[in-house]
């Protein structure tokens, strides 16, 4: 399973990094995502990152998230700026499969990590 950690409290306006890491096979061998569960919510993904390094992200974070990976780290890593109060929710990280716009999560759930950000 892969845990994703770096969450955290803050104001609008302001900057967080999540980290995702997990054992097993490297993450540089799998295209990867973060997801985004809002309070009441389905789960959707919001950053993915294929194994090539090309990256996609869902509209509503365009311009202020950015997903990249450290291969030596074998970590994935999501750059949150200029979060807002409809980022708040459980973080989550998953290896995928691109199946044209619809993005397949492949492994179980692991452990996601909780932002949350104040008006």
């Known amino acids: 399973q892969l845990q994703a950690c770096g969450g955290g409290l803050v104001q609008a306006g302001k900057s967080l990094r999540l980290s995702c890491g997990g054992s097993g096979s490297p993450l540089s061998n799998y295209d990867m995502a973060w997801y985004h569960q809002a309070p009441g919510k389905l789960r959707e993904w919001v950053a993915a990152?294929?194994?090539?390094?090309?990256?996609q992200y869902r509209d509503s974070v365009k311009g202020r998230f950015t997903i990249s990976r450290d291969s030596s780290e074998n970590t994935v890593y999501l750059q949150m700026d200029s979060l807002k109060p409809e980022d708040t929710g459980v973080y989550y990280c998953?290896?995928?499969?691109?199946?044209?716009?619809?993005?397949?999560?492949?492994?179980?759930w692991g452990q996601g990590t909780q932002v949350t950000v104040s008006s």
């Open positions: 990152i294929r194994i090539g390094g090309a990256t």
């Open positions: 998953n290896t995928v499969r691109f199946f044209g716009s619809y993005i397949q999560p492949i492994r179980d």
